[in-house]
């Protein structure tokens, strides 16, 4: 295999790409000048040390110099209401309903989806331990309420009731309001395209 037959099969692993969308990358980088690539390799080269992982809600984010530990500025943030938490599928839901505004409590990447349909060993790659961790942890500090923002189709409604079945296990959850977006997305969207406007409404009817 040649170097760009790898390159071009690295872009195909990357979500929601398919095999012509990733030659386009491949083939675009060739057009690219040897400085802008090299820029490039040293961003991607870069990311293990320039990005880390909170240690609470699962994002990847930016230390500033201002911060210490792997603690990100949202949930470092003691303005965030401490009794809500919304679980998300992934980093980019996060960035989709801070842009409404409407939002003012704290979150937790899931990591993925429990596809409906596929491999049963999906759950296994989720990051259940720390929510569990982290969900003992909140309920000793006000936790009142879990927001389920998964995307509206099968997979996300399966991760809904996977995750419901965790909360179940967890003692002192019976009190706990679980709720997921309401109206305002429709079946079938992903929340990381959804506008300002449809995530404030589907916020404000969640149920």
């Given amino acids: 295999m040649t170097p760009l037959d790898k390159l071009i099969a690295y872009?195909?692993?990357?979500?929601?790409?398919g095999g012509r969308q990733a030659k386009r990358f491949a083939f675009h980088i060739l057009t690219l000048k040897r400085e802008q690539v090299e820029e490039l390799a040293g961003l991607i080269t870069s990311l293990q040390t320039s990005v880390a992982e909170c240690s609470e809600c699962r994002r990847f984010f930016s230390p500033s110099y201002k911060q210490s530990g792997n603690v990100c500025q949202i949930c470092a943030d003691e303005k965030r209401d401490r009794t809500k938490l919304i679980i998300v599928s992934r980093d980019t839901d996060i960035q989709a309903i801070e842009r409404s505004g409407v939002y003012d409590g704290l979150y937790f990447v899931l990591g993925g989806t429990v596809p409906?349909?596929?491999?049963?060993?999906?759950?296994?790659?989720?990051?259940?331990?720390?929510?569990?961790?982290?969900?003992?942890?909140?309920l000793e500090n006000g936790l009142a309420e879990v927001i389920f923002a998964f995307a509206v189709?099968?997979?996300?409604?399966?991760?809904?009731r996977y995750i419901e079945n965790v909360l179940c296990e967890?003692?002192?959850?019976?009190?706990?309001?679980?709720?997921?977006?309401?109206?305002?997305?429709?079946?079938?969207?992903?929340?990381?395209?959804?506008?300002?406007?449809t995530i404030k409404s589907a916020l404000k009817n969640r149920s």
């Fill in 11 to 17: 872009f195909e692993k990357f979500p929601g790409i």
């Fill in 153 to 160: 189709n099968p997979d996300g409604e399966n991760t809904g």
């Fill in 170 to 197: 967890i003692p002192g959850t019976s009190g706990l309001k679980i709720s997921a977006l309401g109206r305002g997305l429709s079946t079938g969207s992903e929340l990381e395209y959804a506008d300002s406007e």
């Fill in 116 to 138: 409906l349909l596929g491999n049963p060993d999906t759950s296994a790659r989720l990051r259940t331990p720390a929510f569990r961790a982290l969900i003992m942890e909140r």
